[in-house]
């Protein structure tokens, strides 16, 4: 094991990746088939301890913490499995950007990632030999606060494919710097704040690091000039900037808007079940559950996540750190009901009481899982509903890898996708297609009408035959009795 050595040089490239971590394209809402890039120039690299600019006359500069490939030798045309053998070393890197300037850049990125000191990498570059590429962590702090904690466990692109992607078209050369993407947590930062970035790899022998990269906010003093685009900004680039609508203190626009979440639970889930019926959904039903407060309404939004039966090699790679369960529950926001694939396996938990209590200290409305529940008297005493096939005292691991989030999966015989809207009560659980829920409840709250006449009438002595369902004459009378 050879010490980490200090970053020196200026890169030749400087190239940059735009999406590459699981809970970054979650809260970006948009998954990439391959790989993309933009260039940064060399003169953006500054060292640790350098302060960055915020240009004067901007209001979003946007700190992202990053992992950086030094390519050791000069490649072209190589394949993934050669990739990692051309980097020599791994350090930390900071991809500031300031998003006032992002329309003027076209997609480039230039102006608003290429200023002087946007590009802080170091302080020191851990030797590639040491580690592998899927143990790495990368963490960064704003003013002392752990904001951004995620590992190369679960990436979308690994550090060889990008490296052999690149290679493709370009010569990479000795010195050259990838960055490979940035967490959830980037957000804004402002002058007199001080952003610190680390990448170690904690398993490693001996756990090396580069030591944190330490990068003060100053105000800018000189206005950007007139002869070149100035800093313009909208709520798109503020949500985007800060790292969502609720960050940046922006009005949210949900589908479940309090007046239609009122007309949803004004109507059981019986009678949802029978109007989606009607218009030929029979397979929407999560069964087999139970829940931990029978009698509370279950209204929310779905977010996914999904376990793979369990492979000790695969739990290795998958199952430890910050891995995709802890990352669905910590992005939980209110409305969002998490549903869980587990494969209908009751032979061990899918989520205990510190996972549930983050889920509901996030706002959830509930969780939905086919797998077991852990710790299920501390679950059941949250005001939040679970719903679950059985309590089980075993870990995940005994049968499970949490594998991937926000995708389409099963659950209790139903397929959900994220956005559905998930309703559930002590009758059980319903997943209803979003574009359909206006309508659904609409046409559920006169069938309900409907069926509380035809209750008094029944009451009253009548007979169910023309009543139930009702004929011309009973339909007229109804309309009577609505008046």
């Keep these: 094991m050879q010490n980490p050595t200090p970053f020196t040089g200026t890169p030749g490239k400087v190239i940059a990746l735009h999406l590459n971590y699981p809970s970054r394209i979650a809260q970006r809402g948009r998954r990439p088939e391959q790989p993309s890039y933009f260039l940064k120039p060399g003169s953006s690299v500054s060292a640790s301890g350098t302060p960055i600019e915020r240009p004067a006359g901007t209001e979003l500069l946007a700190f992202e ?30 991809d500031f950007g300031v998003y006032d300037l992002r329309y003027a850049d076209k997609g480039s990125n230039l102006k608003s990632k290429g200023g002087d000191g946007f590009t802080p990498l170091g302080p020191r570059v851990i030797d590639a030999t040491d580690i592998q590429p899927d143990a790495l962590r990368v963490r960064t702090w704003v003013n002392g606060a752990l904001v951004q904690d995620d590992t190369t466990a679960h990436l979308a692109f690994g550090f060889g494919r990008l490296v052999a992607d690149l290679s493709q078209l370009m010569t ?62 909208d709520d798109l680039q503020r949500a985007e900037a800060w790292g969502s609508a609720e960050a940046a203190g922006l009005p949210t626009k949900t589908l479940l808007t309090d007046e239609l979440k009122a007309k949803i639970n004004s ?11 009607k218009r030929g959904l029979n397979n929407v039903s999560i069964d087999g559950l139970q829940s931990t407060r029978p009698s509370a309404r279950l209204v929310g939004l779905a977010r996914t996540l999904r376990f793979i039966p369990n492979r000790e090699d695969l739990f290795i790679s998958h199952g ?22 587990a494969r209908g396996e009751t ?13 509901q200290v996030n706002g959830a409305a509930g969780l939905v899982t086919d797998g077991g529940v852990r710790d299920v008297a501390a679950v059941t005493a949250l005001k939040m509903p679970t719903y679950f096939a059985n309590a089980h005292p075993a870990v995940l691991g005994r049968k499970h890898v949490p594998w991937d989030t926000d995708l389409t999966i099963a659950c209790g015989g139903a397929a959900v996708q994220p956005g559905d809207v998930i309703v559930g009560d002590a009758d059980g659980i319903l997943v209803i297609p979003p574009h359909l829920i ?33 004929n011309a004459k009973w339909k007229g009378r109804y309309q009577q009795w609505l008046q």
């Design 347 to 359: 032979g061990t938990g899918t989520v205990g009481d510190i996972l549930a209590l983050r889920a």
């Design 172 to 233: 990479l050369e000795p010195g050259d710097v990838i960055l490979t993407g940035t967490p959830a947590g980037s957000s804004v930062v402002q002058p007199g704040d001080v952003v610190e970035v680390e990448v170690d790899a904690p398993t490693a022998p001996g756990a090396p690091s580069t030591g944190r990269l330490v990068t003060p906010v100053v105000a800018g003093a000189i206005a950007m000039a007139e002869y070149g685009a100035g800093p313009k900004i």
């Design 438 to 470: 206006e309508e659904v409840v609409t046409d559920a709250i006169e069938q309900e009408r409907e069926e509380t006449f035809i209750a008094e009438m029944v009451a009253a002595g009548e007979g169910v035959d023309g009543l139930y369902p009702m």
């Design 267 to 277: 109507v059981g889930t019986a009678t949802l079940s029978s109007q989606l019926r």
């Design 320 to 341: 430890g750190g910050y891995n995709a369960q802890k990352r669905a529950f910590d992005s939980l926001r209110p409305d969002d009901v998490l549903v869980i694939e």
């Design 65 to 94: 913490g990053e992992i950086a490939l030094i390519i050791g030798h000069s490649i072209r045309r190589i394949n993934p499995e050669q990739g990692w053998a051309a980097i020599s070393g791994v350090t930390a890197a900071n």
